[in-house]
Antibody, heavy 119, light 110 residues
Framework: EVQLVQSGAEVKKPGESLRISCQGSGYTFTTYWISWVRQMPGKGLEWMGMIDPSDSYTNYSPSFQGHVTISADKSISTAYLQWSSLKASDTAMYYC????????????WGQGTLVTVSS | QSALTQPASVSGSPGQSITISCTGTSSDVGGYKYVSWYQQHPGKAPKLMIYEVSNRPSGVSNRFSGSKSGNTASLTISGLQAEDEADYYCSSYTSSSTLVFGTGTKVTVL
C-alpha cells in the first residue's frame, strides 16, 4: 500500500527555522517525484514545488522560489520542506503528494502537517 | 502564475447533476491534456478524482466525469449524493513546467 506519512504539527515563532518531512512507503521512492502543496487557513491549494528524489532536482513555483527549500534523502525515502526564517504568513497546512510525471497529477497525498507561526 | 478560475460554489439536490468549470489560458488548461480534479472533505487531504482531463483512477465512482473545451475544463457529478459535498479543485500543467491549482469550488448537496 502506497503511503506518504508526514511529520507532526509544529508551533514556531517568527524568525525561527523549520524542516518538515514526508516519508514514502509501499513503492520505489526514487521512481516518483514528490510535490509540496500549501493550504492557508480557509483557503485553496497552492502548488509550491517538487523534487525528483532520484537526483534531488527541484522545480519551484515562482511564488515560493527563494522562500522555501525542498530536499530529499532517498536512503530513507523522505522528502523535506524547509524554512530558514518563518513568518506569520507561513501559517498553513502543508501537504506532500506523489507526482506522476506521465500524467502531471498527484495520485497519493500525505495527511498534512499544520505549521503555526505566532509570537 | 495565476490560479485557474472556478466558481466559488455550486449546489444541487440529491440525484441531480452539477458541473464545475475551471478556466485558464492557452498556456495551461488550453495547451495540455494534463488537467486533473481533486476532492477535499473538511479536515482531510485532497483525493484525485480525474486525471488527464477525463480519466478516472481506480475506485472513483463513474458518477464523476471530466471534459475540456478550449481553455475551460469541466467536472460533472451525476446522481449527486450527500457524500459528494466537499471542496473541488482543478489543476493543470503549465507552459512554464509548473503546476497550478484552481481557486476551488464548494459543492453543497441541498
Amino acid at each position: 500500500e502506497v503511503q506518504l506519512v508526514q511529520s507532526g504539527a509544529e508551533v514556531k515563532k517568527p524568525g525561527e527555522s523549520l524542516r518538515i518531512s514526508c516519508q514514502g512507503s509501499g513503492y520505489t521512492f526514487t521512481t516518483y517525484w514528490i510535490s509540496w502543496v500549501r493550504q492557508m487557513p480557509g483557503k485553496g491549494l497552492e502548488w509550491m514545488g517538487m523534487i525528483d528524489p532520484s537526483d534531488s532536482y527541484t522545480n519551484y513555483s515562482p511564488s515560493f522560489q527563494g522562500h522555501v527549500t525542498i530536499s530529499a534523502d532517498k536512503s530513507i525515502s523522505t522528502a523535506y520542506l524547509q524554512w530558514s526564517s518563518l513568518k506569520a504568513s507561513d501559517t498553513a497546512m502543508y501537504y506532500c503528494a506523489r507526482f506522476l510525471i506521465h500524467g502531471r497529477n498527484f495520485d497519493y497525498w500525505g495527511q498534512g502537517t499544520l505549521v503555526t507561526v505566532s509570537s | 502564475q495565476s490560479a485557474l478560475t472556478q466558481p466559488a460554489s455550486v449546489s444541487g439536490s440529491p440525484g441531480q447533476s452539477i458541473t464545475i468549470s475551471c478556466t485558464g489560458t492557452s498556456s495551461d488548461v488550453g495547451g495540455y491534456k494534463y488537467v486533473s480534479w481533486y476532492q477535499q472533505h473538511p479536515g482531510k487531504a485532497p483525493k484525485l478524482m480525474i486525471y488527464e482531463v477525463s480519466n478516472r483512477p481506480s475506485g472513483v465512482s463513474n458518477r464523476f466525469s471530466g471534459s475540456k473545451s478550449g481553455n475551460t475544463a469541466s467536472l460533472t457529478i451525476s446522481g449527486l449524493q450527500a457524500e459528494d459535498e466537499a471542496d473541488y479543485y482543478c489543476s493543470s500543467y503549465t507552459s512554464s513546467s509548473t503546476l497550478v491549482f484552481g481557486t476551488g469550488t464548494k459543492v453543497t448537496v441541498l
